[in-house]
């Protein structure tokens, strides 16, 4: 059975910083890519960032770019996502994913593997 958990979301304020962390469980993730999508009531799920099995390649959209960093450490199983100078618009659910073993980094929702999301909220 494999189990994402989040955690670390919350409120900040515009301009503010928060890092989400994921768990992974189950089975060993090392070998694959992790990512985050996000959610905003009333709109799709929108890709946010991945980072392959040896935290080499990572990507990210342009909305996001230069403010957020993924990372991971494989010895613990987890994924983190470092987000700085939040802005509104960055208010969501956010979902940890994880793809099977051997599958490239893909933009897509495609993922096989999802947490239960956290929510974060960015004051203005």
């Known amino acids: 059975q494999v189990h994402l958990v989040e955690s670390g979301g919350g409120l900040v304020q515009a301009g503010g910083s928060l890092r989400l962390s994921c768990a992974a469980s189950?089975?060993?993730?090392?070998?694959?890519?992790m990512g985050w999508f996000r959610q905003a009531p009333g709109k799709e799920r929108e890709f946010v960032a991945a980072?392959?099995?040896?935290?080499?390649?990572?990507e990210y959209p342009d909305s996001v770019k230069d403010r957020f960093t993924i990372s991971r450490d494989n010895a613990k199983n987890t994924v983190y996502l470092q987000m700085n100078s939040l802005k509104p618009e960055d208010t969501a659910v956010y979902f940890c994913?994880?793809?099977?073993?051997?599958?490239?980094?893909?933009?897509?929702?495609?993922?096989?593997?999802w947490g239960q999301g956290t929510q974060v909220t960015v004051s203005s």
């Open positions: 994913v994880a793809h099977r073993a051997g599958v490239q980094i893909t933009t897509l929702p495609t993922y096989p593997y």
């Open positions: 980072i392959s099995w040896r935290g080499s390649s990572t």
């Open positions: 189950g089975r060993a993730f090392s070998t694959n890519v």
